[in-house]
């Protein structure tokens, strides 16, 4: 028996306690670390200054209620949420079902990072929220700056060359970007395994961000007028509006949490409500959502369109300059679903076509699964979740054997 079999075989022994635990509703009120900590993972926070100023913030498992504080010999895990999210994002399933957990038991030092804007990373050295340059960011700011920060702080602390990198929608775009921009990186990461990708979105059919698309210079003029610069915040008034129409209206409920991705919530239970209004959305930045929006129309993955006379200043060309996803040489591991609003398979194959080092193309075999399943499925552990582990253990002895013969 492998120590994968083993560990199967031992969580499905523990069920009946952890299921106990599932779906408390009081862990919508609780931070990351504070919901690591109740159920026995041993949490430990960094906080991480970016390049240009930005203070983000980690969320590290120490340790497992089943096997014990992490194997020194296994390479880290970092993991990157997606657009509007936060490390919680991973969790709120619970500790039967979230990735983070499932990977803990196994012996992993798993790291989430949380993305600049996001609830757990607001500070900056020197700008303030309430300050409009704060809040001039899209993810290629996140890609150039707080990836490389978290992985070169991981590598650091846990004196390894390389990690396991999850990214989860836009935690992959951040890759993409990074890895285009500054190739070195490439070196760092011994596999991505990326779960509903998002670079080209030509063929997105999510309603809201084809409007944005098809209305972009109107929307961003408005917003530059009221002064908007940050999307749903964490702290805003949205909470308290989803959480009185969840409490009559599931459907609803649903399609105000889910606007920018979701359109069925078929493998979602309705019981991890109250924990989502309590942690999404952990906010954005404006500009993040009208980046997405542009790749929508442009047909590029590309940098920020700031408009022609912009344009030619910043980049020197009329047009801004597309990312060079040749760059990205790292081994890629894409999981994609059919029903995902935002990842459209046929953008995901382009994708797929381009990358010069794709170790594998994974359909998730359900064909109702949707963007935010990917976390939130209660499903996602048989069909997705167990895969990934397996791949990330198989290269896990690979790294181990190379560590050992060096």
Same mark, same amino acid.
């Given at each position: 028996?492998?120590?994968?079999?083993?560990?199967? !075989? !031992?969580?499905?022994? #523990?069920?009946? /306690?952890?299921?106990? *635990?599932?779906?408390?509703?009081?862990?919508?009120?609780?931070?990351?670390?504070?919901?690591?900590?109740?159920?026995?993972?041993?949490?430990?926070?960094?906080?991480?200054?970016?390049?240009?100023?930005?203070?983000?913030?980690?969320?590290?498992?120490?340790?497992?209620?089943?096997?014990?504080?992490?194997?020194? /010999?296994?390479?880290?895990?970092?993991?990157?949420?997606?657009? *509007?999210?936060?490390? @919680?994002?991973?969790?709120?399933?619970?500790?039967?079902?979230?990735?983070?957990?499932?990977?803990?038991?196994?012996?992993?030092? #798993?790291?989430?990072?949380?993305?600049?804007?996001?609830?757990?990373?607001?500070?900056?050295?020197?700008?303030?929220?309430?300050?409009?340059?704060?809040?001039?960011?899209?993810?290629?700011?996140?890609?150039?700056?707080? &990836?490389?920060?978290?992985?070169?702080?991981?590598?650091?602390?846990?004196?390894?060359?390389?990690?396991?990198?999850?990214?989860?929608?836009?935690?992959?775009?951040?890759?993409? #970007?990074?890895?285009?921009?500054?190739?070195?990186?490439?070196?760092?990461?011994?596999?991505?395994?990326?779960?509903?990708?998002?670079?080209?979105?030509?063929?997105?059919?999510?309603? &809201?961000?084809?409007?944005?698309? /098809?209305?972009?210079?109107?929307?961003?003029?408005? #917003?530059? &007028?009221?002064?908007?610069?940050?999307?749903?915040?964490?702290?805003?008034?949205?909470?308290?509006?989803?959480?009185?129409?969840?409490? !009559?209206?599931?459907?609803?409920?649903?399609?105000?949490?889910?606007?920018?991705?979701?359109?069925?919530?078929?493998?979602?239970?309705?019981?991890?409500?109250?924990?989502?209004?309590?942690?999404?959305?952990?906010?954005?930045?404006?500009?993040?959502?009208?980046?997405?929006?542009?790749?929508?129309?442009?047909?590029?993955?590309?940098?920020?369109?700031?408009?022609?006379?912009?344009?030619?200043?910043?980049?020197?060309?009329?047009?801004?300059?597309?990312?060079?996803?040749?760059?990205?040489? @790292?081994?890629?591991?894409?999981?994609?679903?059919?029903?995902?609003?935002?990842?459209?398979?046929?953008?995901?194959?382009?994708?797929?076509?381009?990358?010069?080092?794709?170790?594998?193309?994974?359909?998730?075999?359900?064909?109702?699964?949707?963007?935010?399943?990917?976390?939130?499925?209660?499903?996602?552990?048989?069909?997705?979740?167990?895969?990934?582990?397996?791949?990330?253990?198989?290269?896990?002895?690979?790294?181990?054997?190379?560590?050992?013969?060096?």
């Amino acid at each position: 028996m492998t120590p994968f079999q083993l560990f199967l !075989v !031992v969580s499905s022994a #523990v069920t009946p /306690t952890i299921s106990e *635990l599932f779906f408390d509703n009081k862990d919508g009120s609780l931070t990351t670390p504070q919901i690591l900590a109740k159920y026995g993972y041993k949490p430990e926070t960094f906080r991480i200054e970016t390049y240009d100023g930005f203070v983000v913030e980690m969320h590290r498992l120490t340790a497992s209620p089943v096997s014990g504080r992490f194997d020194p /010999t296994k390479p880290p895990v970092l993991m990157i949420h997606g657009l *509007l999210g936060s490390s @919680a994002d991973w969790i709120m399933t619970g500790p039967q079902n979230g990735l983070p957990y499932l990977l803990s038991n196994l012996g992993y030092d #798993v790291w989430l990072g949380n993305a600049r804007g996001s609830r757990y990373s607001r500070e900056h050295t020197y700008l303030t929220e309430d300050m409009k340059e704060y809040w001039d960011f899209s993810w290629h700011e996140i890609g150039i700056y707080d &990836v490389p920060a978290m992985i070169d702080f991981v590598l650091k602390t846990t004196k390894f060359r390389k990690l396991h990198y999850v990214g989860y929608s836009q935690g992959t775009t951040a890759f993409f #970007v990074m890895n285009s921009l500054i190739p070195r990186y490439n070196e760092k990461i011994i596999k991505l395994h990326a779960l509903a990708p998002a670079a080209y979105m030509s063929h997105l059919s999510n309603p &809201v961000f084809k409007y944005l698309s /098809t209305h972009l210079n109107t929307v961003t003029n408005i #917003v530059s &007028v009221l002064g908007i610069n940050q999307f749903m915040p964490a702290s805003s008034i949205f909470p308290h509006i989803a959480s009185a129409i969840c409490a !009559v209206n599931e459907q609803q409920c649903f399609n105000i949490m889910f606007v920018l991705s979701s359109g069925e919530y078929r493998n979602i239970n309705p019981q991890i409500i109250p924990i989502l209004v309590g942690h999404i959305p952990a906010g954005s930045s404006g500009k993040q959502i009208f980046h997405y929006a542009q790749e929508v129309t442009s047909g590029h993955f590309r940098q920020y369109d700031y408009g022609v006379d912009n344009n030619t200043e910043i980049y020197h060309s009329l047009d801004p300059p597309d990312y060079n996803l040749t760059n990205v040489h @790292a081994p890629v591991a894409i999981y994609y679903s059919l029903n995902d609003q935002l990842a459209n398979p046929l953008d995901v194959g382009r994708l797929a076509q381009e990358l010069p080092n794709l170790v594998s193309l994974n359909q998730v075999p359900n064909p109702s699964f949707s963007h935010m399943d990917f976390i939130l499925s209660t499903n996602a552990k048989d069909e997705l979740y167990l895969d990934i582990i397996a791949s990330i253990e198989a290269d896990t002895r690979h790294e181990q054997r190379f560590n050992r013969s060096h």
